[in-house]
């Protein structure tokens, strides 16, 4: 299907044919029409398979009648990373019409958001708390919304958003178009989307296979002391021509980035005790080219799409597969293949399994100079005499047992999204469309 078949206006078509889009994604072509239709959409889509366009191209269509500089639509996002990147690309999708999106976050001054809200935006796309906060002050007006979207609304409930959003979603005009975007379906979600959506049409498209079949994945099976030589090793190599590597803490980013550091890889760390400031232009570094790594928590990362980000490398193996899949995602974009490489040691090995039996794959396992932590070792103890594990050797089986009986396999924390920052000071930010546009959001 090409996208001049999806009924798009020929200033949307410029636009997104000079960002060389050749043909919609399976979720563009299945939501753009309802949309345009003016039906309410619930969509299980992940960040990596073109959901922002399927949205943002029949929301600015619709735009283009009617009055223009207040805010008629509104995209809710978790991460102020997200927001930036949604309200980005509005931009640049808009870059031929009289249309302008602004985004709003919290973790910097408010003085210039508010100015852009009194300037004028047609599309706002703003996170949750800061959004109630600018309504609260009278800074901004949601009555003339015509189309709400909740985006990433898994997250936005994990990180207890919930209230805000049920109170945002109240709180704009009762026959506003809504859209849903999901990248899982819990109960909670389906519960918020029968008491928000009317008789919504629902958009699926493959979470697991998404993500698995476009990455090549591999593990390696390593003892936590040999991750940073390992990673280090990996990274120098040339195939690697930018990254991501996930830690599970902030503290976990910051050693291994400093350490990255050390054995000169450009590197930079990423979470949530960073400024917006230096959130943002961390990844500014690593879109340009200036810096090979971002090192990254969850919440950092999230949602943020880094086109020909050729690996992901998971330094600590996540608690849960979803969280995995969400990350293998940032690799592979829109059809190309990228690599994702996990170090897995032995406190992880029960994750990973979980992960292998999740997306219902069997990772290859590689082998590298530093020895593979001992996984064969599975013969049952003998009855009498009780079995110990040699010195030195780890006995995957027995770790795996303990945690079969309830009790918790590693001592490390359980995964978290990290707390927020308190940035202040950034730059300004360009649009993606170029120049035309005015700076629609910053980080003063
Ligand atoms: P998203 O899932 O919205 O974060 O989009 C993931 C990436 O795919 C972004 O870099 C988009 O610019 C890109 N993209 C979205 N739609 C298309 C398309 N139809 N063709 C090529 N790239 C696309």
Redesign the pocket.
Known sequence: MKFNELQLIEPIIKAITE?K?????KI?EKTIPLLLEGHDVLGCAQ???????AFALPILQKLVKGNKGEVRALVMAPTRELAIQICD?FNAYAKYLDLQAGAIFGGVSQEEQVDMLKEGVDVLVATPGRLLDLMHQRHVKLDQVEILVLDEADQMLDMGFIKDIRTIATTVPEQCQKVMFSATMPKPIERLSDTILRNPETVKQDVVTNAVDTVKQCVYYVDDENKLNLLTSLIKSEEVKNAIVFTNTKHGAEKVSKHLLKVAVRARAIHGDKNQNSRQDALLQLKKGKVKVLVATDIAARGI?I?KLSHVFNYDIPDSPEVYIHRIGRTG??GEEGRAINLCCIDEVDHFAAIERHIRKRIMVLKSEWPMINLTKTEKPKRKKKQETPKGEIDVKKVKDISLSGKPVNKKSKYRYGSNSSGKAAGKKKFNGGGKKRVRWSDK
């Open positions: 960002l889009y050749e043909e919609p994604s563009q960040t990596g398979s073109g959901k922002t366009a690309n799409d086109s974009r829109a």
